[in-house]
């Protein structure tokens, strides 16, 4: 008799794992707000949302070569010249993007409409997927798009008065969730062809040589920053990416996409209840309300029956 797959025989090491990476992220949404509006490091120079972003990918991407160089050796970085190719622009429209619209988003407003916005990103690949005649459009998708569409305006408070939101803000998360959508559509047929950290690393190398060009280094040591704040930087940088993204691929072993993804959306609910503990972020019923709708709808585009077969990516 065969040996049940890993996630029949370990299934609560995945829900553990993906549970503990939406953790570290949900948290780092909060440390971002306390940097921005002062409340860390008060009296120090300013971080702005482009050096949060910068610095997390750069110190990720030392600290992941680092690891794999050790653990795999020189043979980790071997990658075909067209995925490379692909990774750079995965890296550059998809990760740098997306990190630095969803941390410039709750800047100018608020963790639970920055993640809120953002996470109404599988319905982006839906209408790609649709388009381009990977999927089909059921009922069940067009409801999950609609309730997505509706989840999001109640969340940043379109249909009620007296709530304030910034146009600019989320204007940056949806393209937060454009650049998101972009890693989930080109990144699964990365990773089929290649070791999913051979991939991460290619990815965050040319996000992080992207900002080189962005914000030069000597513009970084213009701005004066601590010992201190560089020491919270590197540490914000393994805590907010290098850890949970090897936790989050490591629950992959053991549970099916999902109840992965499922698992994942506890990354909002940890977000939005760390602001409201620690930056006293406020929400109204009617944004619960929305912020709910949106997780369910994420939920829905993603259901698919057990014998489908996952749909081709670029």
Not at 22 to 32: D, L, R, S, V, Y
Not at 95 to 112: E, G, I, P, R
């Amino acid at each position: 008799m065969a040996s049940p797959a890993p996630e029949q025989r370990h299934p609560w090491r995945g829900y553990f794992f993906i549970a503990a990476a939406t953790f570290c992220w949900g948290a780092a949404a909060t440390f971002g707000k306390a940097i921005f509006n002062g409340s860390l490091f008060a009296g120090h120079a300013l971080i702005s949302p482009v050096v949060l972003t910068q610095t997390r990918t750069t110190f990720a991407v030392l600290v992941l070569f680092l690891i794999l160089l050790l653990r795999f050796g020189r043979r980790i970085f071997f990658i075909p010249r067209r995925d490379l190719s692909l990774c750079a622009l995965v890296g550059t429209l998809g990760v740098a993007c997306s990190n630095y619209f969803y941390y410039l988003a709750v800047q100018k407003s608020t963790v639970s409409l920055a993640i809120t916005v953002q996470y109404i990103a599988p319905v982006w690949v839906l209408l790609y997927m649709v388009g381009r005649g990977r999927e089909r459009a059921t009922l069940q998708k067009a409801a999950a798009a609609l309730v997505a569409m509706i989840g999001t305006g109640l969340a940043i408070g379109v249909f009620q008065s007296g709530v304030k939101f910034s146009l600019l803000a989320v204007a940056a998360a949806l393209l937060a969730s454009f650049g998101y959508s972009f890693y989930n559509i080109a990144g699964p047929g990365l990773v089929a062809r290649n070791h999913q950290f051979t991939v991460m690393f290619y990815i965050l190398l040319s996000s992080a040589l992207m900002w080189l060009f962005v914000d030069p280094p000597w513009r970084l040591t213009a701005q004066h920053y601590s010992g201190a704040q560089w020491e919270f930087l590197f540490v914000f940088a393994c805590l907010s990416m290098v850890l949970p993204y090897m936790l989050y691929l490591s629950g992959l072993k053991y549970l099916d996409p999902t109840r992965a993804v499922i698992t994942s959306c506890l990354e909002p609910v940890f977000a939005i209840l760390f602001a409201w503990l620690f930056v006293h972020e406020a929400l109204r019923p009617l944004q619960v309300a929305g912020i709910v709708a949106v997780l369910i709808a994420t939920v829905m585009v993603q259901m698919r029956p057990r014998s489908a077969p996952l749909p081709d990516t670029i």
